[in-house]
Structures are given as structure tokens and as C-alpha cells.
């Protein structure tokens, strides 16, 4: 054998140096591949991660030949290892030889400072071997890694995507990526990277990548990144992405400031009426709420009702800074045809913030203009609704009246609530007859269920009445905050975990708003979620119904606009926000529906839309007021006519008026008058009888009490006086002078006229007061009659 294989070798090198005396030919060096000399080759490590370092043994046969280390196959070294899965870039190796002394028979090769890459699991050894006379050929052989390839741990990798990646404005801190390995077997020498789905100004992300050394089955680990947001960076979550072992896994980083953003808010004097027709200057303030500049504003005005006189509808303003304001003037003409007490402006705005990122935002504000009357008719009034939130079964109470202007009959008064509010009491009410003035007090217990999501949910009284077949129907509204996480976090995969903002509480001060008046409104914005925060809410209020013959809207803010703005809202948090409404003179008595339509953003950046609604009572300013007070000329002990004319001035009617006097040194025949239901606009006559106990001026007081429609009891008196003389008697005879004695037979005519012209006077008096007080009870029969 040893014999051929020295043949061998002579024929090549004589190959050789033939090839090599023939002038454009290439030199050949033995390329055998055979792998008869590499007897195995075993891995260092039992099993092999991605970026385990690791060494191959490779036992080899050469006989006479040995380790090309001279180098003479220029092309590649004398040993190698090559393919994907293996990173060769640092590699070594010694060689152990049978006689050490002499380094002949090669028995090992020991190759170490290899890598293995995780892209797959098969390699090739290569070795370039020489005999005595260095001619050389590569002998090389495949080999199968026992290791764990990339694809196959990102099976078993997942990012924790449920809470977002936290980070504050103005820092630089360590964001942590939470790992979970979800397979049944320990990982080792896991790489996590992060990196922004897009660019954002002012956040860097300095920390290249991070490594998890060992991962253990089902174990949760942190990855730490070092993460610069300059202060400018406005509070919002961005789009990122986790690469974990090469898989990418979308996650949120969301940037937490206690720097508010540019914000801006517009108002308007609340105090300035508007002509229709005219023309006049209006100024509209543009404040800047935020902590940063706002720059470059375009403000754009339209109204369908409102004209921009000598102008355009678009101004700029270069700059708002920080708690600051701009105001812009403009001469506007309300069209001639409105009849509006209020007229909705919108307002366009367009800035930049102190990012330089585009912002835009639209709000409203009202011109105040005329009112018209109102009507009345059967009411639902004085409704309370309950305070505060309610959870599951928990029982709340809704009360209220019903009263009339007149009589009123088959009235059916329900209360039902929404989709999982149900009644805990009797919640139907029949009363076949109303009377005038008759005031019915209702109230109704009920309670949330399992079903009732987390919201404001309405409350609605309906009362029908008239003719069954064609019954006329009036509603009201009252409202209940209910909080039902586990509904909440039912439904598909998207919905679950999404933040809920509701109206978790509310107030007016005063509790029953009146018509023609301000009032503040308090509302409180609660984050029913446990564990998600909200980012970025905007809140409008808005009022769908108008008053009476569409004269505008019912409330319009005073000096502010309908926008709240909210940067964030942690589990749980409520924020309480204020608005100062006013009231149109022509709004009906009852409770009004307010629609507060939020935008915000939950951890992961999704927009979420909802729509809260609270009620506001309203109730219409109630005037009375007593016209001049008539009385006649009074002499003690004789009746004495008074007249006073009451006038309701007010823009409702009034309940259960009672009329009296009260006074010393008098008495009243027919004191008390009752008025079941006093029309606005109308007139009342009252026109009672005083008979004076004794002379000189005595003072009474006439006294009105009636009820407002919240049933507050109300009293209106003035004060009236009365000049009383003594009565007319005959004048007596003097009884110390002789010559003035009456002779028996003298004239006793003198006397008899004087005592009968006394008892004439008092006799036409008196005929006159009952005949006026006749007349006046034969014109009410009348009028009753009717």
C-alpha cells in the first residue's frame, strides 16, 4: 500500500512539473476529496445555542502525511471549517500527532474559537494535507451539529405585548422589553433588540442590543435598554418593534410627560349680544393651555348664520407661548332671519407644536342673540338622579313629580333603564285623574346586572296621557354611572384589555338650572380599566335638542369652548374638568340631554371613540308682581273696599297660589284666595273686604306663596296702608249752657238730619262694596263655568 501510494505521488508531481513548463497554463495542486483520512469528528459541546462558542475534534489517518502548515496550497488555510451555521471568523486549531517528538502521524486536530450562528446545523471540515515530496490535496467531511437553530427558538419566543414599554419625557432610562419563553426547553444567549416603527425627533434609543443569557422553560426575563427622550417629545405611545432572535414582535413605547403639550382653547365675551341684521366687532380669544409654544396658527371661522363683514374668515397669529393668549377681532353680522337665541361658530385651527409636528383642532363657540316664549304642559319635574358610581346589584334610587297646568287624566308614568339596568321596585304608576295644581311624587329603585357594560347609562321617564288610543307621550331622562369590569374585558381578543372612559360623576351648581341664567357645571372622567391607562383624551360637549320654535341650542359655554383635553388618565384616575353654561331664556321646564363625545388613545396607540350622556334639569324663572293697592276711604267698624291686581311676569306657569292679608287693627271677610294654576302672562284680581277695629293709619301686608316647579315653596308680600277715621256720628248737644238746650216743643230737625245723613253715608258705602264684591263672585262663577 505504501508502495502505491508513493507511485501516486510521483505521478502527480511529475503532472505538475510538466503543467508547469507549458507557457499559459495554470498550476494544479491535488484537490482529492476524499474523506478516508478523517476517521470522525466530534462537537466539543453536547448542544449547541445560537452564539455558543464551541471547539470540533477531528480524528484523523494520514500515514506518511501530514498537515499542510507550510502553506503550499496557496487558495485556503490548512484547515477550515465553512457553512452558515458556523462562524469561523476566530477560529484556531492545534494538531496531535502519534510521535510528538518528531510531528509525524498526525492523530488529532483540535479546532476551536468557532461560533455557532443558529442558521442551521450542517458544516464542512476541510483539510489540506501533503506528502514528503508537498504535494498536496484537500481532503474534507460533512458534518450534522447537534444544536438549536434560530427558527426553532423563535417558536418558542414571545414578547410580552399587554403592557406597554414606559419611558418619561425629559430623561434618559433604562425600557424594559419583557421576554417569555413559551417552549419546554432552556434558551440560551437570546438577543433582543428595539427599534421604532418610524423616526421620531427627540427619542434615541442607545443600547444596540441586549442578551438574555439563559432563558429557562416558561420563564419570563427582562431585556434592558438604555432610551433618551428629550423633553419636547410630546406624551403619546409610538410604534416599536422587539426583535427577539431575529423574529420581530410589535410592541408600544409609550412616553410619559408632566409637560402638557401645546393645547389650544378659544372663548368668546358671553356677555355681548348680537343684533341680527347688524353688523358688530366680536373678539375671539385663542389661548394656549399647554407648556409649550404654538406656532404658526391659522385660525379659520364659518357659521351658516354668520357673516364675516369687510374681512376674511382666516387669521394667523405667528406665535402663542406657554399660558398665553392671542385675541383676533372681527366684525361679524348675524343673518336677519335667525330667531336663534344662540348662534354656533366653528373654529378651524392649524398649528405646529414645539415638535414642529402639524396639530389640528375644531371647536365651537356661540354668539349670543334674541329668546322667544315658551310653553308648558303636563311636567316631569324635579328629578334626582343618583350621586357617584354603582357596581353590579348594587340598588339606586331615581325620584321625581309629575304636576299640570290643568286637569290631566289615564296618565301612565314608567321608568325603565337601559340594556342591563333593571327595576328593583315598582317601576309602572296609572293615576286616572291629575288635578290642578296636584303635585305627584315618584320614586323608583333599580340596579345594574351582569350584562351592564361600564358607561353613563340613561334612565328614562315617560309619562302618557289623553286619549288612550291616541295617548300624548312626554319623556325625561336621568342618568346612572355603572362600573363592570368583567363585562368590560369579555368579547374578542381586540376589545379585551381596552380602557373605558365613563362620566363617573357630575354635578350643576345650581342643581336645577334656570332658563335666562349661568350655571357651573362640574364632570368628572373616570378610566374604568384596572391596569391600562389613557392618553390623549379630547371631550366635547354637545346639546342635540334646542328650546321652543328652534331658538338655538339650550346651553352654550360662557367665555370657554365645548373642548376638554386630557394628556393622561391612569387605572382608576378621575379628572374633574369645569364649564360654565348659559341657559336660553326659551328653554322648556325639564331635563335636558348633554352628549359628551370622547377620543383618546389606549396603550398601544389604538384610537377609541365613545359617547357619554348626563341630564341637566331646567326650570323656568317664575315672577310675580303686585300692582298698585287700592283701598277706599275706611271709618271704623264700616267695610272698607280693597283692590290689588297680581300679574305673572314670569316665562312658566306657577302652581298653588295662595293670596292674603295680614295686619293689626283690621279683619278681612274673604281673606284667602286659591289660584290652582297661574298662567304665565295672565292677571289675577284680588279684591277682599277690610272692616277696621279702630282709627288712625294701621299698616297690613298682602302676602302671594306659590310653588316653583322643583316644589320650592316661594312668597312675594308687600305692604299696603290704611287711613282710618272714626265714625261719623251726630255731634252733641252742649249740656252747660242753658240757651242751647233743646225746648221740649222746639225744631228737632236739625238733629234727625244729621243722625240720618250718617246712617245714608254708611248704608250707600256698604251698598257699594257688596256690589262690587257680588259682581266679582258672579264673574268667577262665570269664568268657572266656562
Known sequence: MRNKNRMISMLLSLVMI??????????????????????SITQGTSYLYPDDNFTLTVNVQLGEMNIDKDGNFPSEDAVSVGGSAIDASKMNYSVEYLNADSQENPSKIIISGLKYTGRGKDATVRVVIADTNEVTQVISKDITLSAMTLSETQDMLKVDDVANVLVKAGATQNAQVKVINQGKQTLRNVKVQLELAEKVEGIKIKTEEAIISQLQAKEVKTAAFSVEVDAEVKAKVYKANAIVNGASFPVNLQVDSHIVPSVLEVSTDSSKIFNPGVAQDATISIKNVGERPARNIRVEINSENVAIVGGSNVKHIPVINAKGSSDITMRLRVDAKVKDNSVPIKVDMTYL???????????????????????????????????????VDENFMVKFNISSKGP???????????????????????????????????????????????????????????????????????????????KDEEGSETKKGTPKVIIGHYKSEPV????????????????????????????????????????GSVFTPVGASNTFYIADLAPGQTEIKRIRLYTIPSASPKTYEISIEMEYEDNKGNEVKATENIGIPVEQVTKIEIGDIQVDYAQVGMPTYFNATIYNTGKTDISNMMISIEGEGFSVEDNKMFVGVFE?????????????????????????????????????TKEFTIEVA???????????????????????????LGGGLGILIAGI?????????KAKKEKMMLDEDE
Open 512 to 551: 336645577v338650572v334656570r332658563a335666562g341664567e349661568q350655571f357651573d357645571l362640574e364632570i368628572g372622567f373616570l378610566n374604568a380599566h384596572k391596569t391600562q391607562s389613557v392618553h390623549n383624551l379630547k371631550a366635547n360637549l354637545a346639546v342635540r335638542e334646542e328650546g321652543e320654535k328652534n331658538t
Open 680 to 716: 304665565k302672562g295672565a292677571t289675577e284680581n284680588y279684591a277682599p273686604t277690610i272692616i277696621a277695629n279702630m282709627s288712625g293709619n294701621l299698616t297690613g301686608n298682602m302676602i302671594i306663596q306659590y310653588e316653583e316647579a322643583t316644589g320650592e315653596v316661594r312668597e312675594v
Open 726 to 752: 272714626e265714625m261719623a256720628m251726630p255731634p252733641d248737644m252742649p249740656i252747660d249752657d242753658p240757651g242751647m238746650m233743646p225746648q221740649p216743643n222746639g225744631p228737632k230737625l236739625p238733629l234727625l
Open 18 to 39: 510538466l503543467t508547469s513548463l507549458i507557457p499559459g497554463t495554470i498550476k494544479v495542486y491535488g484537490t482529492g476529496i476524499s474523506t478516508e483520512y478523517i476517521v
Open 408 to 486: 290631566a287624566e289615564n296618565l301612565k308614568i314608567s321608568v325603565q333603564g337601559g340594556e342591563g339596568i333593571v327595576p328593583k321596585s315598582q317601576n309602572l304608576f296609572f293615576v286616572p285623574k291629575l288635578s290642578v295644581g296636584e303635585k305627584k311624587e315618584y320614586a323608583v329603585t333599580l340596579a345594574a346586572t351582569r350584562t351592564a357594560v361600564s358607561s353613563t347609562h340613561p334612565i328614562q321617564i315617560t309619562v302618557e296621557y289623553g286619549d288612550t288610543s291616541k295617548p300624548i307621550t312626554i319623556s325625561q331622562y336621568s342618568s346612572v354611572n355603572v362600573v363592570n369590569p368583567d
Open 765 to 773: 258705602v256698604s251698598a257699594v262694596i257688596l256690589k262690587k264684591r
Open 353 to 391: 407644536n414645539s415638535l414642529g409636528e402639524e396639530a389640528k383642532d375644531t371647536q365651537y363657540i356661540y354668539l349670543s342673540t334674541t329668546a322667544s316664549a315658551i310653553s308648558s304642559e303636563v311636567v316631569i319635574g324635579n328629578i334626582v338622579s343618583p350621586l357617584g358610581t354603582y357596581g
